[in-house]
């Protein structure tokens, strides 16, 4: 079983659409909980960080479950820019262990 | 503002061959790492660093030597080429891993073929 599992798509939503992002993840010792956007042959860049309590960026809404170790990404009223692949990224307490799960493709049509 | 830079961006390799791959972050920041990605598997940690003398195995090091005598410089060293170093390899910084909510900052990515 990986240690970050992602449901890998394609998700395919017409434009102004709703779409959530399920991961989960297997280590306990997890600490610190991320979201990534990564554009086709482009470098990963930070999208949000997943609090506790839940945050909000947005169109972007981030979420987190400790005791069923999931964590959630929801787009609201998708944007054609938003097509891209969104990677989880799980950082484990007590070393420098950070774990990236396989990502999730989403294309937005018009 | 160059973040993190990376060379070269593609590179073809024969079997045998070795190469360094360059990257230089302007930021400070104390922790560097390599990762590559392939296909439906994932960003794997190849080598990662603390700060300048300092470098620890990742995930996935075998094939792979790094060196960190400046903070800003984290070179990856592949010794003999193999097809299955076939990749494409992300140099990542941030500030050191105890602030847990700081996330990574990518270079570009080099894309290397190793025939």
């Known amino acids: 079983r990986k240690e970050v599992e992602q449901d890998p798509g394609p998700f395919n939503v017409p434009e102004g659409a709703t779409v959530a992002f399920n991961c989960t993840y297997s280590n306990s010792a997890s600490q610190s909980f991320f979201w990534y956007r990564q554009d086709c042959r482009k470098e990963p860049k930070l999208l949000m960080s997943v609090y506790s309590s839940g945050n909000e960026d947005g169109r972007f809404t981030a979420q987190l479950n400790r005791a069923s170790q999931y964590i959630s990404l929801l787009i609201r009223d998708s944007k054609l820019s938003d097509s891209a692949t969104y990677l989880c990224v799980v950082k484990v307490s007590g070393g420098f262990k950070t774990i990236f799960g396989a990502g999730t493709r989403l294309f937005v049509k018009a | 503002n160059a973040g993190v830079t990376q060379t070269p961006k593609f590179q073809v390799l024969k079997t045998g061959q070795s190469m360094t791959l360059q990257c230089a972050q302007d930021?400070?920041?104390?922790?560097m790492s390599w990762y590559r990605q392939d296909p439906g598997m994932g960003l794997r940690l190849i080598h990662y660093?603390?700060?300048?003398?300092?470098?620890d195995q990742g995930e996935v090091p075998n094939g792979y030597n790094v060196s960190r005598s400046t903070t800003e410089d984290f070179p990856l060293r592949l010794l003999s080429a193999a097809p299955s170093q076939t990749s494409v390899y992300f140099c990542?910084?941030?500030?050191?891993?105890?602030?847990?909510?700081?996330?990574?900052?990518f270079g570009s990515g080099t894309r290397l073929t190793v025939v």
């Open positions: 930021m400070n920041h104390e922790y």
């Open positions: 990542a910084s941030s500030y050191r891993q105890s602030s847990y909510n700081y996330g990574y900052t």
């Open positions: 660093s603390v700060g300048a003398g300092i470098t």
